[in-house]
């Protein structure tokens, strides 16, 4: 699977438009992109998952460059119960057995 | 629709014991894949279980094992417990070939003292 760099943190106000980007420089051919939310104490939970350009869902948006190299995690307008970890994944979306989750992005939302 | 559910909630055992999580998937979905999450840390992948199977492992122990029952529930068993053990343990449900949408349940926070 490859491997995927995400900022460790970040922090935004109430009511901003919050862009969390992640590098996956070894991304292979048939690797889709995936993102996770978790908050404290709970399951991750699947946001969106993107093959290229852009897809976007009632939740959010991910913008996926022509390299495929990296993408970028959209929230709009978050609010304070948009603060959790945010993790990005890297592999097949058919076959893949498993996900690999690095320590991800702690967003926190400030009021 | 239920959504996947693991019991029990929180769990304390002393090293050297042995303890059994288990987990019911989401309606519909026949795979079943466990993770270990230690604190500040991301999810580790264990194993995942399909057609009462194991499928696919992490790198874990042998002490760590695992069934999957033909309702598709499944359990998790780790054998010879250390402190090492101590975290929360998570469970995920998924169709077969769609392992990237995976549902994740509440999880069990297992504690060795």
């Known amino acids: 699977l490859a491997k995927t760099t995400q900022p460790i943190s970040m922090d935004s106000y109430e009511g901003q438009e919050v862009n969390i980007t992640c590098s996956h420089n070894?991304?292979?051919?048939?690797?889709?992109i995936t993102w996770y939310q978790q908050f404290p104490s709970q399951g991750p939970r699947f946001i969106i998952q993107g093959y290229k350009t852009k897809v976007t869902n009632e939740v959010a948006s991910l913008f996926i460059p022509a390299d495929r190299k990296s993408s970028t995690l959209s929230l709009p307008r978050v609010s304070l119960s948009d603060t959790a970890v945010y993790y990005c994944l890297v592999g097949g979306q058919t076959g893949a057995n498993n996900l690999f989750f690095g320590t991800g992005t702690r967003l926190t939302v400030i009021p | 629709d239920a959504g996947v559910t693991q019991s029990p909630t929180h769990l304390i055992k002393t090293r050297g014991q042995q303890v059994t999580l288990r987990c019911s998937p989401k309606s519909g979905h026949d795979t079943v894949s466990w993770y270990q999450q230690a604190l500040g840390q991301g999810p580790q992948f264990i194993f995942q279980?399909?057609?009462?199977?194991?499928?696919q492992r992490g790198n874990f122990p042998d002490r760590f094992s695992g069934h999957q029952y033909p309702n598709y529930s499944s359990e998790l068993n780790v054998n010879a417990l250390l402190l090492g053990d101590s975290a929360l343990y998570l469970c995920a449900s998924s169709l077969q070939g769609f392992s990237y949408e995976q549902y994740f349940g509440p999880g069990t926070r297992l504690t060795v003292t």
């Open positions: 279980y399909y057609e009462e199977e194991e499928r």
């Open positions: 070894n991304i292979a051919t048939n690797d889709y």
